[in-house]
């Protein structure tokens, strides 16, 4: 049996293929080269409620735009009803780019869609992208491993499709395995988790780093601790969306951040 690889290539969708594409965390920037020419050529994007939009600017004039995203439970569109937007359009004939934030494998739900496309007899490739997992904490200076300090990461949502504390995820063992937890989407239930991971034994003390808005222009870092991070968060309102890194490494970096505010300050002053 011949295996292919469900990594696109070439410069875009061919006519009835539909490409999952990740956007990257906002900053176009960050945008790979070939989700790039993926929106260039698209005839239809299906997008998702970007931490930044400048990446639309990208795609071509003549192409359609259809926003469906979601926002912590809340869906313009349903799930089902974006799967089935995505078979039609390539039914139609049309060259599909379905963009979502960050990697649209990493709480994209993007392996949903594949497989509807799957059920539906639709080709599909999937353009990977800069996930917020990885480009938040890098915008903060923040290794998520360190050597010495950290030799393993657990990435995690904060809320499950209805907005609760998603019952799947185990916080009593990550919080004895220690290592690096970034949590995606976990603002609205940070107490909680605070809470979980203090109650199986993480120290108050754990370090804690809240990167909002990463690689855009209203970028913000807040340093703080495990047992004094819900209050700090709701003192700082932060703008959305925020990543969410407790552990050592999350003390890392700080440095290279007040360096780097040091110029500004003076220029300004």
Same mark, same amino acid.
């Given at each position: 049996?011949?295996?292919?690889?469900?990594?696109?290539? $070439?410069?875009?969708?061919?006519?009835?293929? !539909?490409?999952?594409?990740?956007?990257?965390?906002?900053? #176009? $920037?960050?945008?790979?080269?070939?989700?790039?020419?993926?929106?260039?050529?698209?005839?239809?994007?299906?997008?998702?409620?970007?931490?930044?939009?400048?990446?639309?600017?990208?795609?071509?004039?003549?192409?359609?735009? !259809? #926003?469906? $995203?979601?926002?912590?439970?809340?869906?313009?569109? #349903?799930?089902?009803?974006?799967?089935?937007?995505?078979?039609?359009?390539?039914?139609?004939?049309?060259?599909?780019?379905?963009?979502?934030?960050?990697?649209?494998?990493?709480?994209?739900?993007?392996?949903?869609?594949?497989?509807?496309?799957?059920?539906?007899?639709?080709?599909?490739?999937?353009?990977?992208?800069?996930?917020?997992?990885?480009?938040?904490?890098?915008?903060?200076?923040?290794?998520?491993?360190?050597?010495? &300090?950290?030799?393993?990461?657990?990435?995690?949502?904060?809320?499950?499709?209805?907005?609760?504390? #998603?019952?799947?995820?185990?916080?009593?063992?990550?919080?004895?395995?220690?290592? &690096?937890?970034?949590?995606?989407?976990?603002? &609205?239930?940070?107490?909680?988790?605070? !809470?979980?991971?203090?109650?199986?034994?993480?120290?108050?003390? &754990?370090?804690?780093?809240?990167?909002?808005?990463?690689?855009?222009?209203?970028?913000?870092?807040?340093?703080?601790?495990?047992?004094?991070?819900?209050?700090?968060?709701?003192?700082?309102?932060?703008?959305?969306?925020?990543? !969410?890194?407790? $552990?050592?490494?999350?003390?890392?970096?700080?440095?290279?951040?007040?360096?780097?505010?040091?110029?500004?300050?003076?220029?300004?002053?």
């Amino acid at each position: 049996m011949k295996w292919r690889s469900a990594l696109a290539s $070439g410069i875009g969708p061919a006519p009835g293929e !539909v490409w999952l594409v990740g956007a990257g965390p906002g900053d #176009p $920037g960050l945008l790979t080269l070939r989700a790039a020419d993926a929106l260039r050529n698209a005839d239809i994007v299906f997008h998702d409620a970007l931490p930044g939009r400048a990446v639309l600017r990208l795609v071509s004039t003549g192409a359609e735009i !259809v #926003p469906v $995203g979601k926002r912590k439970g809340a869906a313009p569109v #349903p799930q089902a009803g974006i799967n089935a937007l995505l078979v039609a359009a390539a039914r139609a004939g049309k060259r599909v780019v379905r963009l979502k934030g960050g990697d649209p494998f990493v709480f994209g739900r993007g392996g949903e869609e594949a497989a509807a496309l799957d059920a539906a007899g639709i080709p599909w490739r999937v353009v990977p992208g800069v996930s917020a997992g990885t480009a938040a904490p890098a915008a903060a200076g923040i290794p998520l491993t360190h050597r010495g &300090t950290a030799s393993a990461v657990t990435f995690v949502t904060g809320h499950d499709e209805a907005g609760g504390l #998603p019952g799947s995820v185990d916080w009593a063992s990550l919080a004895q395995a220690g290592g &690096t937890i970034a949590a995606f989407m976990a603002m &609205t239930r940070l107490d909680e988790i605070a !809470v979980r991971l203090l109650a199986a034994g993480r120290a108050p003390a &754990t370090p804690v780093a809240v990167i909002a808005q990463a690689s855009l222009e209203g970028e913000a870092v807040l340093r703080t601790t495990l047992g004094a991070c819900t209050l700090a968060v709701r003192r700082a309102d932060l703008p959305m969306p925020a990543l !969410v890194v407790i $552990g050592e490494v999350a003390a890392l970096g700080a440095e290279a951040g007040a360096a780097a505010e040091a110029p500004a300050r003076a220029a300004t002053g």
